[in-house]
């Protein structure tokens, strides 16, 4: 019997292994690029994982402000990540080779830190396209996004 290899959400911490509705982010630190793939088990073992739309959005906004696809505020565990990402650079690029590309963001990190600083919701539009494409893919995989978004919005009892 074949075991089969559990993954972690950066957002949220759920660990689980069927993970065919979630998606991959990869980020260039040099080019301020990111880009969101569809699954790939070969990938996930070096890229950033979002196990739904609303968290892929979560990561992105805070790839926007911070620069940086680490995000450790979310963590409830104490124990430490199994395994290290690798950003991607022009000079070694990712071998996408059977891999869906969903989409890919490039900013200018002195104007996007302007737009932040004087009208954030400007950079709606940007996620409302992004959630489109995230909401069409998982839609193909037959996950319920409306259920995942639901779950996120109801309060948890203390």
């Known amino acids: 019997m074949e075991k089969s ?5 950066a957002i949220c911490g759920e660990e689980k292994p069927d993970h065919d509705s979630w998606f991959l982010l990869a980020e260039n630190h040099w080019e301020d690029k990111l880009k969101i793939l569809q ?16 968290h ?19 963590r409830t565990s104490t124990r430490p990540r199994w395994r290290s990402r690798q950003p991607w650079s022009s000079s070694r690029d990712l071998d996408l080779t059977g891999v869906r590309q969903i ?19 400007s950079l709606q ?7 489109d494409a995230l909401r069409q893919e998982a839609g193909s995989t037959g996950v319920d996004i409306e259920a995942e978004e639901e779950e996120i919005l109801v309060p948890q009892e203390v």
Not at 60 to 73: A, C, E, R
Not at 103 to 120: F, Q
Request: charge should be negative; proline fraction near 5%; glycine fraction near 6%.
């Open 56 to 74: 892929v959005e979560e990561l992105v906004i805070h790839w926007m402000t911070t620069g940086s696809l680490d995000y450790p505020f979310a």
């Open 103 to 121: 989409g890919e963001l490039a900013v200018d990190r002195e104007s996007l830190e302007r737009v932040l600083g004087e009208d954030p919701q």
């Open 5 to 9: 290899r559990v993954y972690t959400c």
């Open 39 to 54: 699954w790939n088990e070969r990938l996930a073992k070096s890229l950033a994982l979002a196990c739904g739309p609303t």
């Open 125 to 131: 539009t940007v996620l409302d396209a992004l959630m």
